[in-house]
């Protein structure tokens, strides 16, 4: 009963914007921008997640990547969306939602990446404060997990600056880059965001 009920396409075809940035599903001409973004942020991003290979990177895999995605979306089952710098519509990165479950959990897992060029200076908390605002003001979720490793502070403080919550430690959470790492896992409820915003209001 976790699917039943899932809302109707148009929550999960978004046109997201959070100065300063814009977020929308990912098409095949947005492949040269995010291969030359992957490429160059190798080593920053694999520290952090698993290492792809070139056939991970190539135009094919992209291409099937959409057609997954584009199955996930039709079914109410995840959003994987990319973000562009507003200014000059440069991609900086993405955010995504999957393993979305409806019935008595509303929940999902929420994901983040920003290229190397652009990190630390605000556009990866704007993409995921436009991600978690459409959760639950669209889809009508009630919950948001999102994990890091320890050591990667730049990604802890960002959740935080959105209002994530520190849950507890995930032992051997993910298998990154040939061995089991530990994650920090946060949280974000509806009412938490519902709060934030009275907050700042």
């Known amino acids: 009963m976790l699917f039943a009920n899932a809302p109707s396409n ?120 436009a991600i978690a605002a459409h959760a639950f003001d669209a889809i009508e979720l009630n919950r948001l997990t999102a994990a890091c490793q320890p050591g990667n502070i730049a990604s802890q403080k960002l959740l935080e600056r959105c209002g994530f919550l520190r849950e507890g430690l995930a032992r051997d959470y993910l298998m990154i880059n040939g061995a089991w790492r530990d994650h920090v896992i946060y949280a974000l409820t509806a009412a938490d965001c519902r709060k934030n915003k009275d907050a700042e209001s």
Do not use: C
């Open 10 to 129: 148009p929550a999960f075809n978004p046109v997201l914007v959070q100065e300063p940035v814009m977020l929308r599903a990912a098409v095949l001409t947005d492949y040269p921008a995010w291969a030359a973004l992957r490429d160059e942020s190798r080593a920053h991003l694999t520290e952090w997640e698993e290492a792809w290979t070139p056939e991970q990177a190539s135009l094919s895999a992209f291409k099937r990547r959409l057609r997954l995605y584009d199955r996930d979306r039709r079914r109410g089952g995840g959003l994987y969306l990319l973000a562009f710098r507003i200014g000059d519509h440069a991609l900086i990165g993405g955010a995504t939602l999957s393993n979305i479950r409806y019935g008595a959990s509303r929940s999902a897992l929420l994901g983040y990446w920003v290229g190397a060029p652009y990190a630390q200076r605000g556009y990866g908390t704007a993409a995921v404060k």
